[in-house]
């Protein structure tokens, strides 16, 4: 009986050691960087512009606008797609406050008027989730939700629209979700196709995903001396 108990205890404590290690977790390969994080223990925040109305633009501007809080700036992605001046192309909620309006619109050449397209959002207790933009409900408890298209994976499928379309080759970036409640934000390291994009969630197990943009795509990860330059609209960003 003793050494059950010992026994389940140790499978207890390598269980949650394992969980513990899966809480922030960097993935490098030849076709795809990934950084997977609990949101609950890291939060997500989404930013646009400082306090004096600037556009931060980009991931050093960021950086010190963070360092101003005094906090540091641990990751960040471009956040989604933006119109010429910046301006996000749909839904963009920030810490509570709705600054643009949610995009119904359905018909159009963007990738962002694919359907599927959806919403990224985080709660008030900084749990993730993506949501298909049909489905959009604000029950007043998101603090931050980015909306962008086309959704790559829905409900752990490849979506079936990306077969046949958009052979244009890019680097992309996108933001999947996990059933336990991580977060997944990716980066190809090469110009591909949305569907080998979304073939690249599919592997790390996604239930669902979000892509945010391609061409001008870039990750602020400075541990691992990734450090893109660009000029964006919303970032999201993880700070300590």
């Known amino acids: 009986m003793k050494n059950m108990t010992f026994l389940f205890i140790l499978i207890a ?50 950086a010190d ?6 906090k540091k700036l641990r990751f960040a992605m471009n956040g989604g797609m933006a119109m010429e001046n ?15 309006h949610l995009n119904t619109r359905t018909n159009g050449r963007s990738n962002f008027c694919l359907q ?3 919403v990224f959002i985080i709660n008030d207790h900084n749990q993730a989730q993506i949501c298909l933009t049909i489905n959009y409900i ?10 962008s298209g086309v959704m790559p994976v829905v409900m752990g499928t490849m979506n079936p629209i990306l077969t046949t379309f958009n052979k244009s080759l890019y680097v992309r970036n996108g933001i999947g979700t996990f059933n ?17 994009f979304a073939d690249y969630f599919v592997e790390l197990g996604c239930y669902n995903a979000l892509y945010l943009d ?3 795509s870039g990750m602020y990860f400075p541990e691992k001396d990734i450090e893109d330059e660009g000029s964006w609209g919303v970032m999201i960003g993880i700070n300590f």
């Not at 963009?92 to 600054?99: A, G, L, T, V």
Request: hydrophobic share 35%; charged share 25%; net charge positive.
């Open 13 to 62: 404590t390598l269980g949650f050691s394992q969980k513990k290690a899966e809480d922030f977790k960097y993935i490098h390969n030849k076709r795809y960087t990934a950084i997977i994080i609990d949101p609950e223990k890291y939060p997500v925040e989404m930013y646009w512009k400082d306090d004096r109305g600037k556009l931060l633009r980009n991931f050093n501007n960021l």
């Open 65 to 70: 606008y963070v360092e101003s809080k005094g």
């Open 86 to 100: 910046r301006i996000p192309c749909g839904l963009f909620i920030q810490n509570f406050k709705e600054i643009t």
């Open 116 to 118: 599927p397209n959806g």
């Open 138 to 147: 604000n029950p007043g408890n998101i603090r931050f939700a980015t909306q």
């Open 180 to 196: 336990d409640g991580r977060v997944a934000f990716l980066i190809s390291n090469n110009p591909i196709s949305l569907h080998e």
């Open 214 to 216: 391609g061409a001008i």
